[in-house]
């Protein structure tokens, strides 16, 4: 029996409920599948959960920056099997509650692996749906290494599930995934060490502020290895072994545990898309600047799985949002990821919005850079911070703000502040001329322009 909708929506993240959501309040008929718990990566697997572990850290970071400075941390330490019955606890009714909100809203849900049987057909758990439109919320998944032993690698959504932490990490890729993890590890104890093949890891950040992260993380015991890249990984009785190049040189590091954080792909192939005739191209759906399918006009993409803007959880729904108008109202909306704040949670965390110097420069734009340590300023000074800093770019004609960079306590609260000026057009007079409570980090902006 064939079941008919007016859109099937495959995925339950942020993009998949946005686009859902308001097209079901319009009165369309729809149906998400999902072959994982509800709820998306953010939720269940990544940005949530993965904070929880980072509260932990901050709390043991927070008190050894001010031993002896009136905070003793006289056997403080991360219990990681408690961290981890905690983070459950935390994300253990989403699922439940996202299916019960899709059937309240009148959205039939599907539990299996979706698989397209035409442009427009999906089969998932024995069942045929038939719709009139298709939304692709389908996220990411772990991208292929080509090595040898690849099998061997932990994903990041196992590591988030481990009961008991491993001594000896290796983390193969110099991304967010990487450093996060590894700030929270050696803080609970274990040996950890970050292999990139690349001469600067976290690409997407300032270098500058960057250079002052990877300072931090190697005084915190990380062993960061640039410009080694891994070949294979084996067994053996101590554990497991990475084999890696560090130009000539063959680089050998024993662990206990490998963890993949060298990038995501989007979760497209799995789906049979082909059947559908949508055209990928490098593992990615071809799409036009409404996020619809070019070879397949009845489906659209969004989120993660789309992989044209940031992936990140605001742009998974936002860009739900606009295939959802684009579904409602024809084709009118594009996306704009010229202002979208990003945060690598490290402790401190490393922030941005707008445009790096680099791109500034390849764009011809005047401006100035304002790079600044902000270490020896009072609010970082109080909380026993020894590496923060800023740098902002701002437009030498208009003082309009062309990108911020942000390491230090509370960045990851500045970055929305200086992503509000860059969106309302405030200039850096019109900031310095601002009242802000103090003393709080909102108060520095004024002086990091």
Known sequence: MTRRFELVVIGTGAAASAVAGRCRKAGWSVAVIDELPFGGTCSLRGCDPKKVLVGGAEAIEGARRLAGKGVRQDGMHIDWPELIR???????????????????????????????????????????????????????????????????????????????????????????????????????????TILHRGPRPLHLFDPDLVDRLLEKSRILGIDVRLQTSVTRIERANSGLVVHGRHGDEEVIVEADMVVHGAGRVPAVEDLDVHAAGIDVTGGRIALNEYLQSVSNPAVYVAGDAAAVGP??????????????????????VHADYSVVPSVAFTVPPLAA????????RQRGLRFRANLLDTSSWYSSRRVGETHSGSKVLIDEESGRILGAHLLGPSAEELINLFAMAMRTGTTSSQIKEMLFAYPSHGSDIAHMV
Request: zero cysteines; a neutral charge.
């Open 86 to 192: 905690f983070k459950r606890s935390m994300i253990a009714e989403v699922p439940g509650r996202k299916e019960e909100g899709f059937l309240r809203a009148g959205i039939e849900v599907f539990h299996g692996h979706a698989r397209f049987t035409g442009p427009a057909t999906i089969e998932v758990a024995g069942q045929l749906l038939e719709a009139r439109r298709v939304v692709i919320a389908s996220g990411a998944k772990p991208a292929r290494l080509g090595i040898a032993g690849e099998e061997l690698l932990t994903t990041s959504t196992q590591f988030l599930e481990i009961d008991d932490l491993p001594r000896r990490i290796v983390f193969v890729g110099g991304g967010f995934v990487s450093f996060e993890f590894a700030q929270v590890a050696i803080r609970a104890g274990a040996q950890v």
């Open 311 to 332: 992936a990140l959880t605001p742009v998974a729904g936002y860009e739900g949002r606009i295939v959802a108008a684009n579904l409602l109202e024809g084709n009118r």
């Open 353 to 360: 919005v707008g445009l790096t110097e680099v791109a500034a």
